[in-house]
């Protein structure tokens, strides 16, 4: 049998993708948009968000505008 570690780090990871027309205003509307509603559907479970748009951590694999890596920490869960 294989062993495959469990991970928790507390955080999750979203990539989302749009038309590869979208502008960057359009860009950062959207996101604003995403973090706000995450936030209030779940303020108990979400400590903080930040999304990247357009750039990837690697030079080497690079990311249009349209699209974002959203990061959320999560708070600790014996507080849901």
């Known amino acids: 049998s294989?062993?495959?570690p469990e991970l928790d780090e507390g955080a999750m990871a979203i990539q989302i993708?749009?038309?590869?027309?979208?502008s960057l205003e359009k860009a950062v509307?959207?996101?604003t948009v995403l973090?706000?509603?995450?936030?209030?559907?779940?303020?108990?479970?979400?400590?903080?968000i930040v999304t990247r748009i357009g750039?990837?951590?690697l030079a080497t694999d690079p990311m249009l505008?349209?699209?974002?890596?959203?990061?959320?920490s999560l708070k600790p869960e014996?507080?849901?």
């Open 78 to 80: 014996r507080g849901w």
């Open 65 to 72: 505008v349209s699209q974002h890596d959203t990061l959320i």
């Open 2 to 4: 294989e062993f495959i």
């Open 29 to 31: 509307e959207r996101s």
């Open 17 to 22: 993708g749009y038309p590869p027309s979208m």
């Open 35 to 48: 973090e706000k509603r995450l936030m209030e559907s779940f303020p108990s479970e979400i400590d903080r």
């Open 55 to 57: 750039r990837a951590e």
